[in-house]
């Protein structure tokens, strides 16, 4: 969660209607696609939802899980970054990864640097 500009901005993980348990071999769950929804309250209690932050998609991160946000300031500069495990499609047979993606305290929450590590 971050307070900025008045408002508490709190960073979940919204997980898809259709997603089901795997009763065979493999993943626990099957078409299981998350994304960072931002939610904002005035006073820390009542939240509503602002926005779809990151949508996963089987063309690059199929499903974000963990998102933690921060604050990072470097020098006069500030940007909000966040982090979180990188989850590809099922299918791919890839690991998970972190991944990361920041945009200036000074505009509404939208991704314009993203990047990913192994």
């Given at each position: 969660?971050?307070?900025?500009?008045?408002?508490?901005?709190?960073?979940?993980?919204?997980?898809?209607?259709?997603?089901?348990?795997?009763?065979?071999?493999?993943?626990?769950?099957?078409?299981?696609?998350?994304?960072?929804?931002?939610?904002?309250?005035?006073?820390?209690?009542?939240?509503s939802f602002q926005q779809l932050?990151?949508?996963?998609?089987?063309?690059?991160?199929?499903?974000?899980?963990?998102?933690?946000?921060?604050?990072?300031?470097?020098?006069?500069?500030?940007?909000?970054?966040?982090?979180?495990?990188?989850?590809?499609?099922?299918?791919?047979?890839?690991?998970?990864?972190?991944?990361?993606?920041?945009?200036?305290?000074?505009?509404?929450?939208?991704?314009?640097?993203?990047?990913?590590?192994?």
């Open positions: 969660m971050i307070h900025h500009d008045g408002r508490f901005h709190l960073f979940a993980r919204g997980v898809r209607d259709g997603y089901r348990r795997n009763d065979g071999p493999g993943d626990t769950f099957l078409d299981y696609i998350s994304d960072v929804l931002v939610f904002t309250s005035t006073d820390g209690r009542t939240y932050l990151a949508a996963g998609s089987p063309d690059g991160v199929y499903a974000y899980e963990d998102p933690r946000v921060q604050r990072v300031r470097t020098g006069r500069d500030e940007q909000f970054v966040m982090s979180y495990t990188d989850l590809p499609p099922p299918e791919s047979g890839f690991p998970g990864g972190l991944g990361y993606t920041s945009w200036p305290t000074r505009t509404t929450a939208s991704a314009s640097t993203t990047a990913r590590a192994a």
